[in-house]
């Protein structure tokens, strides 16, 4: 079956420390991956996005890597701050052309100060 | 507003009835989305609509579900005789064109439903 998973539920990291969020799925090709934020109570609100034929995008502090090999995408937040604490949600389309998309459980990151 | 729009902020209704709820997407924003996050859940897809094709319907859970999208612009979910399971936060979200590669999703704030 196809499926979405997302390295745990929470993270906790050290302020300044680099924080790495990891996106699995199976059964998926993809032609794209993103990754939104959600704070408590509110929508989520994208971040980036990464297509299949791109091993890496960045965005001030944020990056984020897509191995379609592994299957796997990783979410990386550096210099973290306690701003950066918030829900990150991975998503793909689950079919070529079609755009919908299928969303992870999501990962709950808080940045320890 | 410059964002998506949604109403109301919360429900509360009893098991049995009927409710609405209610997207104001971006204007101009020719795809709107709906979905349903339950607690500890992902986001669920739930129906796709795209400019004046025929919505994608395949997520929706069961028949009681129905959305409309008329003039292209607001959105509304109807629920008919609503069940404790269909408690969630429902998500609105809209995009300039639909194309997932390339425009962003913007989300609303939410319409948390709860079932008695």
């Known amino acids: 079956s196809q499926k979405i998973e997302q390295n745990s539920e929470a993270l906790n990291i050290q302020e300044g420390k680099t924080a790495t969020l990891t996106c699995n799925y199976t059964?998926?090709?993809?032609?794209?991956l993103q990754w939104y934020r959600q704070d408590p109570g509110r929508g989520p609100v994208f971040l980036l996005l990464?297509?299949?034929?791109?091993k890496e995008k960045r965005k001030e502090r944020l990056k984020v890597t897509f191995d379609t090999t592994l299957k796997q995408s990783l979410f990386h937040i550096t210099a973290s701050q306690p701003a950066d604490s918030a829900t990150y949600l991975c998503?793909?389309?689950?079919?070529?052309?079609?755009?919908?998309?299928?969303f992870g459980t999501g990962t709950r990151l808080t940045i320890i100060p | 507003g410059a964002g998506v729009s949604q109403s109301p902020s919360n429900k509360v209704t009893e098991k049995g009835k009927d409710v609405e709820l209610r997207c104001d997407p971006i204007s101009g924003h020719t795809a709107l989305y709906w979905y349903r996050q339950s607690l500890g859940q992902g986001l669920e897809f739930l129906i796709y609509?795209?400019?004046?094709?025929?919505?994608?319907k395949s997520g929706l859970p069961s028949d009681r579900f129905s959305a409309e999208r008329t003039g292209g612009s607001v959105s509304t979910l109807t629920i008919q005789r609503t069940q404790q399971e269909d408690s969630a936060v429902y998500l609105c979200?809209?995009?300039?064109?639909?194309?997932?590669?390339?425009?962003?999703?913007?989300f609303g704030p939410g319409t948390r439903l709860t079932v008695l």
């Open positions: 609509f795209q400019g004046n094709s025929a919505p994608d």
């Open positions: 059964n998926y090709s993809p032609a794209y």
């Open positions: 979200a809209s995009s300039l064109e639909g194309r997932g590669d390339t425009d962003t999703q913007y």
């Open positions: 990464i297509r299949e034929n791109e």
């Open positions: 998503a793909l389309n689950p079919i070529f052309g079609n755009e919908k998309l299928t």
